[in-house]
């Protein structure tokens, strides 16, 4: 089975900083990666698909890119309602996973 | 609108097995393309995919619960039900089913439902 691991686990940065969160595959799976943003207690939210598009309605400060094993979620200007845990996943065949997560605070 | 609910006991013993319902509305089962998938939770822990039920009734399974896990459709009733045997506390989770469009993957999801097993 494909492994998705995230790094790093956790990062504090300061509003208005640029934030970045890898995701690799153990194997390729072309752009069939996703990003979530779960925020503390609540529904996971699709963010981004196919590596690279803007689910609608996420504020543009979100991106996403990569393609085969190394995938990025970047956020231009950190802002407080980014405060969250942020899930990478897989679709690319029968079996998805999401990534263990990243969780992100304000400094 | 596309919406989603799980519904289901809140409580379960080990060795029981357990159903979840999700109940949805706003999108068709039958169009090409669409699916509905289960996530789990565990508290405090990452996500963890389950299954996939697609149109055609193809059905995919997470290798690690497979031998547990049954996902079928209720057409009539735009519903699909979730079956995993034998449970076991460290099942305790909340379970999310959601919506796979034309997106690809799960783009919408339900409210979740929290199922403790305890004795």
């Known amino acids: 089975d494909i492994q998705m691991t995230q790094s790093p686990s956790s990062l504090s940065a300061s509003v208005g900083d640029r934030v970045t969160i890898t995701c690799r595959a153990s194997?390729?799976?072309?752009?069939?990666l996703a990003w979530y943003q779960q925020k503390p207690g609540k529904v996971p939210q699709l963010l981004i698909y196919?590596?690279?598009t803007l689910q609608s309605g996420v504020p543009s400060r979100f991106s996403g890119s990569g393609s085969g094993t190394d995938f990025t979620l970047t956020i231009s200007s950190l802002q407080p309602e980014d405060v969250a845990t942020y899930y990478c996943?897989?679709?690319?065949?029968?079996?998805?996973?999401f990534g263990q997560g990243t969780k992100v605070e304000i400094k | 609108q596309i919406t989603l609910k799980e519904s289901g006991p809140t409580l379960v013993k080990p060795t029981q097995t357990l159903t979840l319902t999700c109940s949805f509305s706003?999108?068709?089962?039958?169009?090409?393309?669409?699916?509905v998938g289960w996530i789990r939770q565990p508290p405090g822990k990452a996500l963890e995919w389950l299954a996939l039920?697609?149109?055609?009734?193809?059905?995919r399974y997470s290798p690690s619960l497979k031998s547990r896990l049954t996902v079928t459709r209720v057409t009539s009733k735009d519903q699909v039900v979730l079956i995993m045997t034998n449970m076991d506390p460290v099942d305790t989770a909340t379970y999310y089913c959601?919506?796979?469009?034309?997106?690809?993957?799960?783009?919408?999801w339900g409210q979740g439902t929290l199922v403790t097993v305890s004795s």
């Open positions: 959601a919506h796979r469009g034309i997106v690809g993957t799960t783009d919408n």
């Open positions: 706003g999108f068709s089962l039958s169009t090409t393309g669409v699916g």
């Open positions: 039920i697609y149109w055609n009734d193809d059905k």
């Open positions: 194997q390729g799976i072309s752009n069939y």
């Open positions: 196919a590596a690279s």
């Open positions: 996943q897989k679709y690319n065949s029968a079996v998805w996973t």
